[in-house]
């Protein structure tokens, strides 16, 4: 996880962003007034950049065909949006994944509001929509946001 931040509003310091937000009162801090506490603080994760995320290929309707269909080994296409709540909280189990199958597996991301030909000629209908890709062929699809630990069970079981 990426180093936190300390903030006195996490909507400050992430308006657009899905993350964790922990509130901590437990912590011994200076009093008010004595010292630089002033009040509860956060500490706030954008969890969408917590992880090495140029590990992940970022795809559109003009690249897909070489970096997807002709990709040598196994490709999962990640059908997502920007409004997505569920497609943000599956990025950082992404990044681990593409960090775990690295050598195996390439991750791609597509995002169906900048590119709407390649969903609709793949039939993709919700989001976010995890698509295996082998050969140029589509081995598997799930839909919907799953754990790191039920990716990769369907992972095994395709690759």
């Given at each position: 996880?990426?180093?936190a931040t300390r903030a006195t509003s996490p909507a400050e310091l992430y308006p657009n962003s899905w993350?964790?937000?922990?509130?901590?009162?437990?912590?011994?801090?200076?009093?008010?007034?004595?010292?630089?506490?002033?009040?509860?603080?956060?500490?706030?994760?954008?969890?969408?950049?917590?992880?090495?995320?140029?590990?992940?290929?970022?795809?559109?309707?003009?690249?897909?065909?070489?970096?997807?269909?002709?990709?040598?080994?196994?490709?999962?296409?990640?059908?997502?949006?920007?409004?997505?709540?569920?497609?943000?909280?599956?990025?950082?189990?992404?990044?681990?994944?593409?960090?775990?199958?690295?050598?195996?597996?390439?991750?791609?991301?597509?995002?169906?509001?900048?590119?709407?030909?390649?969903?609709?000629?793949h039939g993709v209908r919700g989001i976010p929509t995890l698509m295996l890709f082998k050969n140029g062929?589509?081995?598997?699809?799930?839909?919907?946001?799953?754990?790191?630990?039920?990716?990769?069970?369907?992972?095994?079981?395709?690759?």
């Amino acid at each position: 996880m990426a180093c936190a931040t300390r903030a006195t509003s996490p909507a400050e310091l992430y308006p657009n962003s899905w993350g964790t937000i922990v509130r901590v009162n437990h912590l011994r801090l200076p009093e008010r007034g004595k010292g630089r506490y002033d009040g509860p603080r956060f500490f706030a994760y954008n969890l969408e950049n917590s992880m090495s995320s140029d590990l992940i290929k970022h795809v559109s309707d003009a690249s897909f065909e070489a970096d997807v269909l002709k990709a040598e080994g196994a490709v999962l296409v990640d059908y997502w949006a920007e409004w997505c709540g569920p497609c943000k909280m599956i990025a950082p189990v992404l990044d681990e994944i593409a960090e775990t199958y690295k050598g195996k597996l390439t991750v791609a991301k597509l995002n169906i509001d900048e590119n709407q030909e390649t969903p609709a000629k793949h039939g993709v209908r919700g989001i976010p929509t995890l698509m295996l890709f082998k050969n140029g062929n589509v081995e598997a699809t799930k839909v919907g946001a799953l754990s790191k630990s039920q990716l990769a069970a369907f992972l095994d079981a395709n690759i």
